[in-house]
């Protein structure tokens, strides 16, 4: 499938505004489940669960005889993941997970001795861990406080100095769904200096973002929440000016300019971000999640986004009749599809094995429960999780 223009994507999504339907159409999940938990791991569409039927029913029929039309998955999903953000395509690897793309650009990074790294409080370890695993080099990891995941700009600011080499923020906060000002932090780092990493994994999918208006450094993202891949694969961004300053991870034979010369013994490194794709592609995830991407664009982010806001601020709105406390920012620009909340109640532990005996998946973070729609999701899925609310409520 091609990648569906820009304005034919906007023709697209003017001529139904029901299009979420056609994408529930294809959720397969909604057959069984009320699914509120995008923020860890998300359901596949159907699209995506063919991808994976036909490469298996391939690989098993034919060993590695149509191995040159799988390498073509990659290249499309590069392509897709630089249409998402605004990259370009060079500026594109694909990586198994957030986790390697963090530890590329992190392990990258020419450190000296006595640099510091900037990063808010409470960030994902996915986000944290490779950054403090730089203290051994005698790197400084400055950790500022926050308040329910809220950045304070200034605070940020204060921390850095002529030794800031980076700061490195989530763009959404996995335990209350805030969402960053990525614009106001890039030109923070910028004018101090420093470079700005991102990782972008509870955002991309569901809300637009645009490299070439905020121009962040790095970003890297897994895709199995909100662009509604499998596991096991994603993508990382890498500015092109920065490429030859880091120093390069994960070589391989996918990693020179003439990748697949076995004769070649000269390390020429390809000049754009897929030399980090080093060795054996998980050929199988990567047409799904080209497939899901495939899907959402066609879609357009945007329309992504806005039908996610309604669904989260109707959630908002049942949870507090439902004697629920939120915990999330409710300001729009800092909204995400995340929705933290705490109920006098209920134990936000033992709620999602309350919620799965009758057909809701949901989840907690940090005591508190965590509901995470899509925009597929419909008023009878949030009237079910409701329930499960009120009825575990009336249980205690």
């Not at 996915?126 to 950045?151: D, H, I, M, Q, Y």
């Not at 450094?217 to 662009?227: F, P, Q, T």
Request: glycine share 8%; with cysteine; hydrophobic share 40%.
């Amino acid at each position: 499938m091609l990648t569906i223009p820009i304005e034919q994507r906007k023709r697209m999504t003017t001529i139904s505004k029901q299009w979420w339907q056609e994408l529930r159409a294809k959720m397969p999940v909604v057959g069984k489940w009320a699914y509120f938990d995008h923020a860890a791991v998300a359901p596949l569409p159907k699209p995506a669960v063919d991808a994976i039927h036909n490469w298996v029913d391939d690989a098993a029929s034919n060993g590695d005889a149509n191995w040159w039309q799988w390498k073509k998955n990659v290249n499309r999903l590069r392509k897709l993941g630089a249409e998402l953000i605004g990259a370009k395509t060079d500026e594109i690897a694909i990586v198994r997970n957030t986790t390697e793309g963090v530890t590329i650009v992190a392990e990258g990074i020419p450190w000296q001795e006595g640099e510091n790294i900037v990063t808010p409080e409470g960030e994902f370890p996915t986000n944290l861990f490779p950054w403090k695993n730089l203290e051994r080099r005698g790197v400084e990891v400055r950790v500022v406080p926050t308040e329910n995941e809220r950045v304070d700009l200034k605070a940020i600011e204060l921390a850095c100095d002529s030794r800031t080499r980076l700061i490195t923020v989530s763009w959404v906060g996995f335990a209350s769904g805030y969402r960053n000002d990525l614009a106001a932090l890039t030109e923070i780092a910028h004018r101090n200096g420093a470079h700005i990493f991102v990782d972008a994994i509870q955002g991309l999918g569901a809300f637009p973002l645009d490299v070439r208006q905020i121009p962040l450094d790095y970003l890297a993202a897994d895709g199995h929440k909100w662009m509604l891949g499998p596991e096991g694969a994603g993508f990382l961004y890498v500015k092109k000016e920065h490429l030859e300053n880091l120093y390069p991870l994960g070589i391989g034979w996918n990693s020179p300019r003439v990748s697949g010369d076995f004769r070649s013994s000269e390390m020429d490194l390809r000049n754009i971000a897929a030399r980090y794709e080093g060795g054996s592609y998980n050929m199988c995830g990567i047409a799904a999640l080209a497939k899901s991407l495939e899907l959402l664009l066609s879609y357009g982010v945007e329309n992504v986004a806005k039908r996610l806001l309604e669904v989260t601020g109707n959630l908002i709105q049942k949870l507090r009749k439902a004697g629920a406390t939120i915990v999330s920012c409710e300001e729009g620009r800092h909204r995400s599809g995340i929705v933290a909340c705490s109920h006098p109640k209920i134990d936000p532990d033992s709620f999602r094995n309350f919620c799965l005996k009758r057909g809701v998946v949901a989840n907690a973070r940090i005591g508190r429960l965590r509901l995470s729609p899509h925009a597929y999701t419909d008023e009878d899925d949030i009237a079910r999780v409701i329930d499960c609310i009120n009825s575990a409520s009336q249980a205690t």
